[in-house]
T-cell receptor, first 115, second 111 residues
Framework: DGGITQSPKYLFRKEGQNVTLSCEQNLNHDAMYWYRQDPGQGLRLIYYSQIVNDFQKGDIAEGYSVSREKKESFPLTVTSAQKNPTAFYLC??????????????FGSGTRLTVV | SQQGEEDPQALSIQEGENATMNCSYKTSINNLQWYRQNSGRGLVHLILIRSNEREKHSGRLRVTLDTSKKSSSLLITASRAADTASYFCATLNFGNEKLTFGTGTRLTIIP
């Protein structure tokens, strides 16, 4: 079955640590996105990538980094510079130039908690 | 930045009733999309309406778009317990592929 997989489902981070959230898709989608969701709020865009080896900052990129070395994978690193990382992180993908037709496909999310 | 604002923030109705939620946005759009999110899960795409369309149907869903008022509404008819979820509108501007999401409406269907 085609889909988008995020792992782990739950992640705990100590103060000062970097952690990496995984996002893998087998939908052959060109574009991938990372969103952050805080309780009772909507989604805010962190980073997005429309092709391999290229990515752009979204609205809240500070304290985060990404890479796009393979079409299938778009990992997100939450660095120690991110002062309030506790949130629900969602990865999404879409066919290039087709988000306006088919929308996004989302993963099931990773809940990150700072301990 | 959040493009859309949903109204109401929360809605509780009896099973079988219709549920209406509204979305307002700020800038010109290519299209507007509605997504559902079950608690602790990812979002699922429900329906998309283009800027040159006024109304669209899909099963028990009906979405309207008024570009002059920069607003949209989602109607779920004959609600079911399984419709309990948060619903988000999202807008896509011309020239890019980035969706901007609203703050969501939490819908509870009372059996």
């Amino acid at each position: 079955d085609g889909g988008i997989t995020q792992s782990p489902k739950y992640l705990f981070r100590k103060e000062g640590q970097n952690v990496t959230l995984s996002c893998e898709q087998n939908l052959n989608h060109d574009a991938m996105y990372w969103y952050r969701q805080d309780p009772g709020q909507g989604l805010r865009l962190i980073y997005y990538s429309q092709i391999v080896n290229d990515f752009q900052k979204g609205d809240i990129a500070e304290g985060y980094s990404v890479s796009r070395e393979k079409k299938e994978s778009f990992p997100l690193t939450v660095t120690s510079a991110q002062k309030n990382p506790t949130a629900f992180y969602l990865c999404a993908s879409s066919m290039r130039d087709r988000a306006s037709v088919y929308g996004y496909t989302f993963g099931s999310g990773t809940r990150l908690t700072v301990v | 930045s959040q493009q859309g604002e949903e109204d109401p923030q929360a809605l509780s109705i009896q099973e079988g009733e219709n549920a209406t939620m509204n979305c307002s946005y700020k800038t010109s759009i290519n299209n507007l999309q509605w997504y559902r999110q079950n608690s602790g899960r990812g979002l699922v795409h429900l329906i998309l309406i283009r800027s040159n369309e006024r109304e669209k149907h899909s099963g028990r869903l009906r979405v309207t778009l008024d570009t002059s008022k920069k607003s949209s509404s989602l109607l779920i008819t004959a609600s079911r317990a399984a419709d309990t979820a948060s619903y988000f509108c999202a807008t896509l501007n011309f020239g890019n592929e980035k969706l901007t999401f609203g703050t969501g409406t939490r819908l509870t269907i009372i059996p």
